[in-house]
């Protein structure tokens, strides 16, 4: 294990992008880092709101329109090696707001985080457990290790 | 108090925040316009977080409709529930178990708790006080604890089904006791932070006078829930709800209107959820939970209010051959966002997010019944 | 013979600058894992992870293009921060005190200021995603006042940072030369030659009272809560550093660990008389010294949320009295 790697598994800056969820997620996972009874930091993840300084960028919620430019311009701003965790159900599939408008075509949702920005990891759930949320956070560390 | 009075001839430049911002758990666009950090003026703007509920629940069968709402807001996911239910339960006349309307209150106080809880944990991250922050969300966990116990979940427990409530949220001797013990516990600990929070002088000059929402103001803006109780006006839907006939509880209310006086009335209002909890532990009445003996027919647009942890909460809806029509949900920020607006008006920068906090904007709740006018 | 004692001698400070900025290294760690999370109830992060582990990850990020009117400018005001942390450092070691437009308070004060200053500059030069640019239709029809001027939140924090440099540091400089009172020399070489003889600054009455100065204004000038107004979580985000990324970054987090271990040594001079030296066992005083200093920083920053101008004003004001009357003691 490399400088690189050994340095990168010991601090990891996690930074969140809300796209409209329903705030489930969203308190989840503030809470798996807050509060002292899940305390992310123990494992060396800290939370952090500028995203030149991030490594790990976790979103929640179905993207809506008027999220769609500033999670690209959120993702774009953060220097390679970057990754993206999508949280929650909406995340990963647009969740029950996906079809608001049935057959109509709409603009409203634009879809899952996929479509937008490339994502890494997933983690399911309606709402996603703190457990998991760190779970999901650790286990993208082989990816970020081994990147460039 | 005076009236506070927007400056705009004044402003020197304007200071957009979001959609992403620490201050903010959910995304809202908010601008603010300055004269030498002081906010002369500020625009909040919703529709971010707009994915149309409203458009969904048309024309679906009313149980589905009903665990749809749940979907609106993840923090006080069973009030929206469990009004969505009252308003089909209003509209069929159907009788709800005694078993079943002490366990729904049982849940809509655990939420209020935990909806509160957050309220303090968020207001004293927006003030840069880690430690009481992260002391209140300690404290929630209890909370988020037991919710999950009775109801499966963390987030979203989907309570209330019509005539009653799930089989799974069935209260036996272990939950209740289980119950009562974490009661105890939560209001010693919740005793000891709000002493400390009392008693702390840095924190108290800091948030005293800031943020002020004067009487007056309050009800020309139809400002509902604790942030106009918070103001001196004691009005609380509870009083006047069938389910909570059972119960005696106060209503609080605290004299200022400012960051101060919110913040010590979530923490009193969760004591008086605590009391309400422990004579539904007292008194649960023995019987089935969910009452099946009713039939659907066609109903006129049926409208119910109650109270959730953040103010009024009004849902209506017509049904139709079982299906939900001309669905309408209105939510307590929505009454509040020009309390948000006026609150932050004359007040530094520093505090404008805290001003915003202090009124427990929940966008997400909000952005439904808006119509998003594109360029 | 003489060019032997001028190597060595040499070779004495930077091997003292060394080990301070190695020892400093560990400061953010233990201030967040022994104090802050201690008192959070928590574990927190391993005592490496802030002040050693992420600057080195941070060497390692791609380098990315800084949205900045003047990128170049940008990018050397940490590298100037960091200059001006070390220069501090040499002007503390005895080595230095032969040179004597170093070795003297006003030296220290220049130098300090130049840090000051290099945050406004940081802030005015920043042009983060997360205000003005961020993609959101604002002004549009209906909006309110949109023929505003538009700030990026970036602004506001270097508008702040002057208003800290005209009164803001006021106690610091006014602990920092309380010791003249005493010694009737500004140069670091006689306060400490003073201290020798007379005993520690520090256990007099004016001395205590100077150190309490000495304390808010290391705070104020550190931006720790609750004087952390210029990088206020809650409205602009992280202030001048908004835009740092990578090896920028990096050297942001290096010299605000190796600041706090230099302003510790600074007290440990000024007010005990005992300069860094590795020579000597009083370098361990020095780390002792700042490490009583961020042990008593971090619990009073875990205890207290940010002040807006509103309590600021009337704190530095406090202050400053306490500093005026430090040094009327020490003249009497």
New interface residues.
Partial sequence: MG??S???A??I?VM?????????????I??SI????F?A??Y?V?LT?????A?VLVVTG?V????R??LE??YN?I???KLVVAAGSCALMG???K???GDIP?E??EGPVENIIPVNAKIPG??V?PQDVLAGVVSLLPILLDAD | MDEKVPRSNIIETEIPMGTVHPAALEPYRVRFFVEDEIVQEAEITIGVNHRGIERIMEGLPVEKANSLTEKICGICSNSHIWNSCRTAEIGLGIEIPERANYIRVIMGELERLHSHFLYLAHGCEVLSHETFSMRVFYLREIVMELLAMIGGNRVQYGCSVLGGVRPRCDLDEAKLLRLKEDMDKLEEGLTGFVERFINDSIVMSRITGIGVLPQKQAIELAVTGPTLRATGVARDLRTTMFEYDDFDFNVITQPDGDVKSNLVMRALESFESIKIIRQAIANIPEGKIVNRDWEMFDTDIIESYIEVPRGTLYHSYALESGRVRHCIIRTPSMANIGAMQYACIGDQITDAQLCIVQCDPCFTCTDRAIEIIRR | MFSNTVIYSILAAIITILVCFIISTLLPGIERKYIHARIQQRIGPIVIAPGIMAPIKFMFKENVKVESPVPGLYKVLPIICFIVVMCLLIALTPQAFAIPALSSLVAIVGLLKVEEICYVLMGALSKSVMSVRMPFPDQIKGAVHNNATRSFIEDISSRRSLRMITYGSFPLYLALFAPVTQARSIFLEEIVAYQQVHGPFLFTVSGAIAAIVFFIGYMIILNEYPFSIIKAKCDVIEGPYMEYASKYRTIVYLTRGFFMMVLGALFSVLFLGIPPLITSWSILIVVLVSLVLVFMMGILSAFSPVFTNRQLLPTILGTTLLGILSIVLGLL
């Fill in positions: 400088i690189k050994f340095s990168r010991r601090a800056h969140l992008v809300y796209t409209g969820g329903c705030n489930g997620c969203d308190i989840e503030v809470n807050l509060s002292p009874r305390d930091e123990q060396n800290f709101w500028n995203p030149r300084e490594d179905p809506t329109h008027l999220n430019k500033p311009e959120i701003a220097p390679n090696p969740g029950v707001y079809n608001c408008y709409s409203e949702i309606c709402a457990r």
